[in-house]
């Protein structure tokens, strides 16, 4: 027989268990655009924004002769035409927590660690691609929405335009929420690991935590709410008259920053004490 030379094998990056941060990155980018729900969810952000800033708009000025003076000095067309930012918020935040449970729920979180065993890196990569199509996707979303929401503003009522003060920084900071939306959708889904579980947290949070405080005082509801993630987007963010007890735009943009910063920070220190 013919004795075969030993050759030495050397790992591939695979066998090595070792990705580097843009095959990470480029790993979750393909999960994220190859299953399915992404692109509903992108298609039913779209028409909640869109339709549903329609609908209001064109809904409520067409009674403008109706609508009394109090009413009229009030009316805020930029903040009116996002009214479907508490759809968006939703669907944004299950994009966030689908992006990672949907991992556990099928059980390829495994191959995943093993191919990153660094697992606040990965969840540092994964928020890095989420929050970069969700920003696209807000960003487009929101200023979509405005637009066909002024378009079909009635008239004698008025219109906004992006060149007024405070809108053009109304509707990137509309954007900008629904990004932070899916930040803090994810974080929850890091921590909870299960998509039904961090779903509801977000709906807890976002629709039922505000109703606790209707029985208090108007002093105590307003220094409290004032902190909560939809109230910063509906009083702060998207508003170009701005609400007396609200946070300042910059204030509650920061705010919600810090909301999602923390929820990323604990679902990584949770990913890295846990078993898969």
């Known amino acids: 027989m013919t004795a075969v030379p030993a050759t030495r094998i050397h790992p591939t990056r695979g066998q090595q268990g070792h990705y580097g941060l843009a095959d990470v990155a480029r790993m979750e980018w393909v999960k994220l655009r190859s299953v399915r729900s992404t692109g509903w969810i992108l298609g ?31 009316f805020d067309p930029t903040e009116n035409g996002f009214a479907g930012l508490a759809v968006g918020q939703l669907v944004m935040a299950t994009f966030g927590v689908l992006a990672i449970t949907s991992e556990f729920s099928s059980g390829m979180i495994r191959a995943t660690f093993a191919a990153v065993p660094n697992r606040p890196l990965l969840l540092g990569v994964k928020a890095a691609v989420v929050g970069a199509v969700a920003l696209v996707a807000g960003e487009i979303v929101a200023f979509a929405g405005f637009l ?12 906004a335009m992006l060149s007024q003060p405070g809108v053009l920084r109304a509707v990137l900071m509309a954007g900008a929420y629904l990004c932070l939306a899916a930040l803090i959708g994810l974080g929850l889904g890091a921590i909870i690991r299960h998509t039904a579980g961090a779903i509801a947290a977000v709906v807890g ?13 108007d002093t105590i509801r307003h220094s409290t709410q004032r902190f909560l993630p939809e109230l910063i987007a509906e009083n702060s963010l998207t508003a170009v008259k ?33 078993d898969a």
């Not at 066909?148 to 219109?159: C, I, L, M, T, W």
């Not at 949070?205 to 005082?217: A, D, E, H, I, K």
């Open 44 to 74: 039913i952000l779209a028409a909640g924004m869109i339709g549903l800033a329609i609908v209001a708009l064109a809904t409520y000025t067409s009674h403008w002769a109706h609508v009394s003076a109090a009413d009229r000095a009030s």
């Open 242 to 274: 701005p609400v007396g007890y609200a946070l300042s735009p910059w204030a509650g943009l920061g705010m919600l920053c810090l909301y999602a910063a923390a929820l990323l920070g604990a679902g990584a220190f949770l990913l890295a004490k846990r």
């Open 205 to 217: 949070v976002t629709f039922v935590l505000p109703l606790l405080f209707l029985p208090l005082p």
């Open 148 to 159: 066909a929401g002024q378009a079909s503003v009635a008239s004698p009522a008025p219109h």
